[in-house]
Structures are given as structure tokens and as C-alpha cells.
Nanobody
Framework: QVQLKESGGGLVQAGGSLRLSCAVSGRTGFALGWFRQAPGKEREFVAAISTDDDSTYMSDSVQGRFVISRDVAKNTVYLQMNSLKSEDTAVYYC?????????????WGQGTQVTVSS
């Protein structure tokens, strides 16, 4: 059974950094990535990484500030978030889905809250 479990969320000041982790149990057969959902807004794609060749795909809103990576040995995917802004405040979800922007998602994590204070 596939499970995605996020960790690393919290409260950070604007301009700061935070790293999210997603521990993957089981074999998903899909790329891994991150979505986020702010209050009153739709869930949006943030980043994805191919499990075939580690190609990465980023949304325009985080390009240059966020980095997605993975540790194959630990079966974990990371989202390094730098230069955080108040508009990055959201619940961040780990996901397993297709590329490049996960229009299809097969598995979701439970989410972790990120709050950026201005």
C-alpha cells in the first residue's frame, strides 16, 4: 500500500527558508511532487521530479526560490523553500502523479501547514 507522509512544515518569517520532506512507502510508479492550497483558493501545482531521470518541473510562482529533490535510498522527496513570501502560506501536499505538472494524481499525502509571517 502506497503512503505519502509529509513533515517539516511550520512558521517562518518572510525571507526565510524551510525544507519539507515527504517519506514514500510502497512503489508508486509515478513521479513525485508537491501541491499547495491556500485558504479560499484551489489546490495548485508547485513542483515535480521524475523518478526516471530526476528531471524537475517548477511552477512559475516558485521558480528560482524553491528546489525539489529526492533521496532514492531514503525514498524521500524534498522541497527546499527559500526567500519565502507571505503568499507562500498554504497547506503543502506531497503527491505522486504524471508529468510534467501532475494533471493526474494517483496518491496524496495528508498535508503540512506552512505559514509565512510578514
Amino acid at each position: 500500500q502506497v503512503q505519502l507522509k509529509e513533515s517539516g512544515g511550520g512558521l517562518v518569517q518572510a525571507g526565510g527558508s524551510l525544507r519539507l520532506s515527504c517519506a514514500v512507502s510502497g512503489r508508486t510508479g509515478f513521479a513525485l511532487g508537491w501541491f499547495r492550497q491556500a485558504p479560499g483558493k484551489e489546490r495548485e501545482f508547485v513542483a515535480a521530479i521524475s523518478t526516471d531521470d530526476d528531471s524537475t518541473y517548477m511552477s512559475d510562482s516558485v521558480q528560482g526560490r524553491f528546489v525539489i529533490s529526492r533521496d532514492v535510498a531514503k525514498n524521500t522527496v524534498y522541497l527546499q523553500m527559500n526567500s519565502l513570501k507571505s503568499e507562500d502560506t498554504a497547506v503543502y501536499y506531497c503527491a505522486a502523479g504524471d508529468l510534467p505538472r501532475m494533471r493526474y494524481v494517483a496518491y496524496w499525502g495528508q498535508g503540512t501547514q506552512v505559514t509565512v509571517s510578514s
